[in-house]
C-alpha cells in the first residue's frame, strides 16, 4: 500500500494523534507503507522524532487548513534544508499527511524508488590555491608564496606517504 494510502487508514482508524505517536511507524510498516519507497522511513522517522508529527497533530485540532498548510510547509523546508532529505521525499511525507487529513485531494510520488533520501552535499566552496592563499592570509608565509595552499599539503602528505611505503630492509650481519 502507498504511503498516503496508509496514512489515510491510520488516521481514520486513530486519528491525528497517531501523528505524534512512535506506533505510526510500526503501524505504517504493517500496511507496508515503505514498499514503493523505501527512503521514505528516514523521512516518517525525521517527521516523528523531530516533533514535527506532534505539531502537525496539534494544529490539526482548530482545521484551520491554511495555518496547517503553511506549518506544513514550515515543516517540508525543514526537511530539506536543515535535515537535507531530497524536496521529493520531504515533500511526498507532509502531502501524505495532508491528503490523510482530507486536506489536499492527491500527492505527488517521489520519482526515486531507492533507499537514500538524503540530497548528495553541494560542492565545497573553492578550495583553488589563490582561494586558499587569500583566506590565510596573515598565517605565515614561504619564499613561494604557496602558504596555506592545497599544493603545499598534498605535496607534504604524499611524500609522508612514500616515505612510510618504502619498506626498511634489514641487512643480515
Known sequence: MKLHDAMQKIIRQFGTPVLAESRL???LADYKAFDDFPAMKDV???ILSGGFGKELSSRSK????????SYAET?????????HFKKDF???AVESIEFAMGI???VTEPSDHGYDPYEKPAPAADKSPAAEKSSSSGSGSSESG???SSAGWIAAAAAAAAAEAVPS?????
Not at 630492509?169 to 650481519?173: F, I, L, Q, Y
Open 146 to 148: 604557496e602558504s596555506g
Open 104 to 106: 489536499i485531494p492527491d
Open 25 to 27: 511507524m510500526s503501524l
Open 169 to 173: 630492509r634489514s641487512v643480515p650481519s
Open 75 to 83: 515543516v517540508r523546508k525543514s526537511l530539506v534544508s536543515e535535515k
Open 62 to 69: 482548530g482545521r484551520d487548513d491554511a495555518e496547517f498548510l
Open 44 to 46: 516518517m522517522k525525521e
Open 90 to 92: 520531504a515533500s511526498y
